[in-house]
């Protein structure tokens, strides 16, 4: 394990269905980043949280919802999903205060499919 | 805005071969630079870094990385690799400036025993 836990590692979803990813971290860090891995593509930056705050959206989707109730945790909340949103949903955290410079700590995943 | 491009997109060598995987990255700041590994169902893992100074950086399970800055390049090189190094390798970027990460597509690595 790397500190940083995501559940569950793998989800079957339908389009039409709700569903949530969770993220946690025991690192002590203070940011947390939801990251899309989908096949020969670059790693998609989708959300980053700073001190709970949401610093950065790439235009992602409204279907994509991320929460972060406090800095240990982190939720990607999702609803009416298409197919081509199956991927690894990754998320990763750093401490700020340190600076990203030291690098990311990842998790190992969600695999996420949509059917 | 900031782009990584990893131009080997699988990688096939023989045990004991050298390996070098290109990566270059586009952005006229300063910039902290990363390889990460991806092995078979396991988490990305941090390789090596480079922030400032000697531009040849060592790394974890014998890798080391060259940055060329006339060259935008950091480059990932290893003398002779085993079968246990088949994996995902990603190229990083990041300014010195901000906390978002640009990743190259990855390269993904085969080493025949």
């Known amino acids: 394990e790397t500190g940083v836990t995501q559940t569950p590692r793998h989800l079957v979803m339908g389009m039409t269905n709700k569903k949530s990813l969770k993220c946690e971290q025991h690192l002590g860090h203070n940011a947390m980043y939801w990251y899309k891995q989908s096949a020969k593509k670059p790693l998609e930056l989708m959300f980053v949280y700073s001190l709970e705050e949401r610093v950065e959206n790439n235009s992602v989707p409204s279907r994509f919802s991320p929460e972060c109730p406090n800095s240990s945790h982190l939720f990607l909340h999702l609803h009416t999903l298409q197919p081509e949103d199956s991927a690894l949903y990754l998320c990763?955290?750093?401490?700020?205060?340190?600076?990203?410079?030291?690098?990311?700590?990842f998790g190992s995943g969600t695999r996420l499919t949509v059917v | 805005a900031q782009s990584v491009s990893q131009h080997n997109h699988h990688v096939i060598l023989s045990e004991a071969a050298s390996l070098e995987l290109g990566c270059n990255y586009s952005y006229g700041g300063t910039v902290n630079l990363f390889w990460y590994v991806q092995y078979p169902g396991q988490h990305l893992q941090l390789l090596l870094k480079y922030f400032s100074g000697d531009p040849l950086v060592k790394g974890i399970k014998g890798f080391e990385a060259e940055f060329i800055k006339s060259k935008f390049s950091f480059n990932l090189r290893k003398p002779s690799v085993q079968w246990s190094d088949t994996a995902e390798y990603f190229c990083?970027?990041?300014?010195?400036?901000?906390?978002?990460?640009?990743f190259g597509t990855g390269t993904s690595l085969t080493v025949i025993p």
């Open positions: 990083a970027v990041n300014a010195n400036t901000g906390n978002q990460f640009y």
């Open positions: 990763a955290s750093s401490q700020e205060a340190t600076g990203p410079n030291y690098g990311y700590t």
